[in-house]
């Protein structure tokens, strides 16, 4: 069943997914209606599975409803232990030198780990850098190591540099490190 945000009422949405027998649910609402899904499903003494984009889940990943410790399932696409100690310099290197007004967008994981693939694309690209030659560049890129994700690969079929994640059990407050139940996933 799909279930649209304006539609959406956790009660109804508990008891009807109940009543069909459903027990895996997968979500990619933010973390107050599903938050509220919980609560109903644990008011109706149900507990499905849960599978939900980490970056949705918001506190839940470490303070769950009681009765979803273990069956709340977050999807990450990196996780603390792929950062190499030569990444994290670099990155500590960059936070101390970042202006304090622009200290967040300077510590972004992600945008450090872009800035790596663009700068090895325009490496590969040679010194007569066009389009054509920076898309050849950047689709040639086989499980390149930026320090802080797992290994990155582009190819002509390929314009994502992951496909895949760490699925991780959510708990409760008392839980102070959420255990990995998966190694990477690869999705092709």
């Keep these: 069943q799909r279930f649209r945000l304006g539609q959406f009422d956790a009660e109804t949405s508990a008891r009807e997914l109940q009543a069909a027998g459903i027990d895996l649910v997968l979500s990619l609402a933010e973390e107050s209606p ?47 232990a792929d950062r190499k100690a030569w990444a994290r310099d670099e990155l500590s290197s960059g936070v101390t030198h970042a202006a304090a007004a622009h200290l967040p967008s300077q510590v972004s994981l992600s945008g450090l780990s872009a800035a790596k693939i663009v700068v090895e694309g325009l490496r590969q690209s040679g010194r007569a850098l066009d389009r054509p030659k920076f898309i050849s560049a950047l689709e ?20 994502t540099g992951t496909l895949g994640a760490y699925i991780v059990a959510a708990g409760d407050e008392q839980v102070a490190k959420l255990p990995v139940v998966s190694r990477w996933l690869e999705f092709e």
């Design 34 to 80: 599903l938050r509220a899904l919980l609560n109903a499903a644990e008011h109706r003494g149900w507990k499905p599975r849960v599978l939900v984009p980490g970056v949705l889940a918001g506190k839940l990943a470490v303070a769950s409803p009681p009765g979803f410790a273990g069956r709340l399932h977050l999807a990450y696409p990196t996780l603390p």
């Design 140 to 159: 040639r890129l086989y499980r390149f190591a930026t320090g802080l994700t797992p290994p990155i690969t582009f190819n002509r079929n390929r314009h």
